[in-house]
């Protein structure tokens, strides 16, 4: 079940910063979103998560809106290494102790041009 | 990727045939998982699992069985591999501060 949308491609220039858009209109209340970006033939690479409140780290940021219905994942200076498949995905959390399974969707396939 | 590791990475084998893959973590995480990855489908789940012999089914499960005899090791098996299981295959571990991570992939490709 889709329970998240996002566009099937954007474009980037190189230097630019990379928007990516995502859609979870009926995420619940205990369910994280998360961003993962898979580069041609290689397995996904965590880049970020969040509940309800921004959140930054050395790879990218992540803007959640105020209803948490929408997210955008921020590259603030994208190069041509972050090519890739963008997949945004919502998850619940049980205390903690214990994980959904992950549900990919189709992703973003972001191409960052020079 | 650092603690999680695949082997074999390419395998060729034959209609019928048995095939198993291996998934070896070293992160002491308990929960496990196996995907699979095929053009115009995404990642699929297998199977997974969430410690020692606990184990349970994904949304593709038919045709594979899996083993976790230990928190290390997770084991993914073709009982009688067919074209239609020619893929890529993903393990995973979890952690709640990190998400998931995955291993590099098992290209396998069955004649």
């Known amino acids: 079940d889709a329970k998240t949308t996002q566009p099937p491609s954007m474009d980037c220039a190189e230097g630019r910063a990379a928007n990516l858009p995502c859609n979870h209109s009926?995420?619940?209340?205990?369910?994280?979103v998360y961003w993962y970006r898979q580069i041609h033939s290689q397995g996904p690479q965590y880049i970020i998560h969040?509940?309800?409140n921004n959140e930054t780290n050395e790879m990218a940021s992540l803007i959640i809106t105020e209803d948490r219905k929408s997210s955008t994942l921020i590259l603030p200076h994208a190069t041509l290494r972050d090519t890739a498949v963008y997949y945004c995905?919502?998850?619940?959390?049980?205390?903690?102790?214990?994980?959904?399974?992950?549900?990919f969707g189709q992703g973003t396939i972001l191409t960052v041009h020079p | 990727d650092a603690g999680i590791t695949q082997s074999p990475r390419h395998k060729v084998t034959e209609t019928g045939t048995p095939v198993t893959l291996r998934c070896h973590q070293t992160?002491?995480?308990?929960?496990m998982y196996w995907y699979r990855q095929d053009p115009g489908h995404g990642l699929r789940l297998i199977h997974y699992?969430?410690?020692?012999?606990?184990?349970d089914k994904g949304e593709v499960s038919d045709g594979y069985s899996v083993s976790r005899s230990k928190t290390e090791d997770f084991l993914l098996t073709l009982e009688s591999a067919t074209s239609s299981q020619t893929s890529v295959y993903f393990c995973?571990?979890?952690?709640?501060?990190?998400?998931?991570?995955f291993g590099s992939g098992t290209r396998l490709t069955v004649v």
């Open positions: 969040g509940l309800k």
């Open positions: 995905i919502v998850m619940p959390n049980a205390g903690g102790t214990s994980y959904g399974k992950l549900t």
């Open positions: 995973a571990i979890s952690d709640f501060n990190y998400g998931y991570t």
């Open positions: 699992s969430y410690g020692v012999k606990d184990t």
């Open positions: 992160e002491n995480h308990r929960y």
């Open positions: 009926t995420i619940s209340g205990n369910e994280y």
